[in-house]
T-cell receptor, first 109, second 119 residues
Framework: GQNIDQPTEMTATEGAIVQINCTYQ??????LFWYQQHAGEAPTFLSY????GLEEKGRFSSFLSRSKGYSYLLLKELQMKDSASYLC??????????FGDGTTLTVKP | NAGVMQNPRHLVRRRGQEARLRCSPM?????VYWYRQLPEEGLKFMVY????????ESGMPKERFSAEFPKEGPSILRIQQVVRGDSAAYFC?????????????????FGPGTRLTVT
């Protein structure tokens, strides 16, 4: 089976740094994705990791440890517009991706 | 370059009716994926299609649900004899290829979704 765990909710302050963790146990692994989803909207791609280590892209960074089945998304210099749901997804084979239930991040002034 | 298009954006059906959801992938994309999202939950994979072929339908309910991606025209997700439990947001995504080459990857681009309400 497929199992992806991430916290349900997180709260952080504008300008701060927040780390959203994701652990996974899947039958296959062809990369891990992070998506951002605002309420009522489509998910939008943030990052992709297939090798161990840190990928940095502006204010957002994503880390992967395949041996531990663990990833995190790091958001720096938080802005109010970062309030959204963050979805961790593992591509388990060429076409199929399994998503976690998402972490709802609330950024407060 | 238009993004992934889905229509209708909102669909209301009475129990027992049929729902047809359409998805036009991004230009140049030949791989389509359908997901269902219940309130406060993540996306659940339903089916992965290429033109004229169903590649992986392991997430599709065995009854009442079907999907196609014809040579011409949009991909269609069809739900027959809808029930209240079918009420959800249905997202379509597309990509140019299912798997990346070393150093490349192909993320899925999502459409705006169709919100199905069964009354």
């Amino acid at each position: 089976g497929q199992n992806i765990d991430q916290p349900t909710e997180m709260t952080a302050t504008e300008g701060a740094i927040v780390q959203i963790n994701c652990t996974y146990q899947t039958s296959g692994f062809n990369g891990l994705f992070w998506y951002q989803q605002h309420a009522g909207e489509a998910p939008t791609f943030l990052s992709y990791n297939v090798l161990d280590g840190l990928e940095e892209k502006g204010r957002f960074s994503s880390f992967l440890s395949r041996s531990k089945g663990y990833s995190y998304l790091l958001l720096k210099e938080l802005q109010m517009k970062d309030s959204a749901s963050y979805l961790c997804a593992v591509r388990v084979n060429a076409g199929k991706s399994t998503f976690g239930d998402g972490t709802t991040l609330t950024v407060k002034p | 370059n238009a993004g992934v298009m889905q229509n209708p954006r909102h669909l209301v059906r009475r129990r027992g009716q049929e729902a047809r959801l359409r998805c036009s992938p991004m230009k140049g994309h030949s791989h389509v994926y359908w997901y269902r999202q219940l309130p406060e939950e993540g996306l659940k994979f339903m089916v992965y299609l290429q033109k004229e072929n169903i590649i992986d339908e392991s997430g599709m309910p065995k009854e009442r649900f079907s999907a196609e991606f014809p040579k011409e025209g949009p991909s269609i997700l069809r739900i027959q004899q809808v029930v209240r439990g079918d009420s959800a947001a249905y997202f379509c995504a597309s990509s140019p290829s299912p798997a990346g080459r070393p150093g490349r990857h192909y993320e899925q681009y999502f459409g705006p979704g169709t919100r199905l309400t069964v009354t």
